[in-house]
């Protein structure tokens, strides 16, 4: 849940819920998540909240290589993305979880589904977007982002990769995610007219 904060839009209730924040982050006891999650309290706490909104926009909503939407990687801006889409809401409902407010592959949103106690569908859908999730900490690294802390934190809940996940990362890094071929199949070289419309 607290990974779920940190990776809202950091408005003044931001603020307001440092001290629970930390005081949750000082429960997990030692290990990586809580490290890394400590550290971005850290950069919060010491940072002004503009320039913190500031950069917020500038990290994940003009960029697109540090997309925070899950679906993105593996199926960009695609029709098939829709499908995609409708899976995470079908794990949300069958938790009981109403997503308002924003798209359900956020990963703040999926870490709000765990933090509600939904663990085993959260987990699958992180660990069935995981590849996603690596790209979108390495570009969050190369940018030189503290939100890579946060990213780090929620991958090292998850169990090791396998060697699918780590290939699967690895290709998702050379290539980027799909792009649309909207209408291409059907409508070759030899396909009848459509009357002069484009």
Do not use: W
Request: proline share 9%; aromatic share 6%; net charge negative.
């Amino acid at each position: 849940m607290a990974a779920s904060v940190l990776l809202s839009y950091p408005d003044e209730r931001l603020a307001e819920a440092l001290p629970l924040l930390n005081a949750v982050v000082a429960e997990l006891g030692p290990g990586e998540p809580a490290r890394r999650l400590a550290a971005f309290l850290g950069h919060v706490a010491s940072t002004p909240p503009a320039d913190l909104a500031e950069h917020y926009v500038a990290t994940f909503d003009l960029k697109r290589r540090c997309c925070p939407y899950l679906t993105y990687y593996t199926y960009g801006d695609t029709r098939r993305r829709g499908m995609a889409l409708l899976r995470f809401q079908q794990a949300y409902r069958a938790a009981g979880f109403d997503v308002t407010g924003e798209l359900p592959d956020h990963l703040g949103v999926v870490c709000e589904l765990s933090g509600r106690g939904a663990t085993e569908q959260a987990v699958r859908l992180l660990r069935e977007h995981r590849a996603g999730i690596e790209t979108l900490l390495r570009a969050l690294r190369e940018e030189g982002s503290p939100y890579a802390e946060v990213v780090a934190a929620v991958l090292a809940t998850l169990p090791p990769p396998t060697e699918r996940e780590r290939q699967a990362a690895l290709r998702l890094a050379e290539e980027g995610p799909p792009a649309e071929e909207v209408g291409l199949d059907p409508y070759g070289p030899n396909a009848p007219s459509l009357g002069g419309r484009r």
